[in-house]
């Protein structure tokens, strides 16, 4: 059974950059798995952010950027805003019709 | 103004049967896959189906596979969720998702909660 591990909570402050990581258990995480990135608040549907890697979705602010570091996808917020506090997840195409999200990062700005 | 709208949440008893759907406007649904992806209170994210723009394909995860079947009518631009044998487990908002053609989401429902509780 293949995981997606993300860290469960990171903080930062406001103003500040932030790299939130998502990995693989057996394995890297390279293009090929497609990774996406979406936010979500309390009570609110997810949003999209980031998909393809590092293609950012439509009205998405470019602080938020996606990229390969080593062999993990990673989002960064650069210059991190109150209001971006909330939970986010990847998502990796594992091939075969199986798409699988990581357990999410809780993130806290303050 | 792409919109979808899921409905058809209710409580069931373990055991039971349910059948989501999801209402869609806004794009040209016949051209797109589409997912369903739960959420059980206070948790993560869990993928559960996507179908193929005509139906044709379908895949599920392994935790309903068996028990859910995810199906479409393009005429309707709608999408279907029949869950049966439910268990306490699948208790969770459940979202549709259309497909970004990218191996991604990109626009979601605002999710239809099932309770699976005696």
């Known amino acids: 059974q293949t995981v997606v591990t993300q860290e469960p909570s990171f903080s930062v402050s406001p103003g500040g950059t932030v790299t939130l990581t998502c990995g693989l258990s057996?394995?890297?995480?390279?293009?090929?798995?497609?990774p996406s990135w979406y936010q979500q608040t309390p009570g609110q549907a997810p949003r999209t952010l980031i998909f393809s890697t590092s293609t950012r979705s439509s009205g998405v602010p470019d602080r938020f950027s996606g990229s390969i570091l080593g062999n993990k996808a990673a989002l960064t917020i650069t210059g991190a805003q109150a209001e971006d506090e909330s939970d986010y997840y990847c998502l990796l195409y594992l091939g075969r019709g199986i798409w699988v999200f990581g357990g999410g990062t809780k993130l806290t700005v303050l | 103004e792409v919109q979808l709208v899921e409905s058809g949440g209710v409580a069931v008893q373990p055991g039971g049967s349910l059948r989501l759907s999801c209402a869609v406007t806004g794009f040209t649904f016949n051209d797109y896959p589409m997912h369903w992806v739960r959420q059980a209170p206070g948790k993560g994210l869990e993928w559960v189906s996507f179908i193929s723009w005509d139906g044709s394909s379908t895949y599920y995860a392994d935790s309903v596979k068996g028990r859910f079947t995810i199906s479409r009518d393009n005429s309707k631009n709608s999408l279907y969720l029949q869950m049966n044998s439910l268990r306490i487990e699948d208790t969770a908002f459940y979202y549709c998702?259309?497909?970004?053609?990218?191996?991604?989401?990109?626009?979601w429902g605002q999710g239809s909660l099932v309770t699976v509780s005696s």
């Open positions: 998702a259309k497909d970004g053609l990218g191996f991604h989401f990109d626009y």
């Open positions: 057996s394995g890297s995480v390279s293009t090929s798995y497609y």
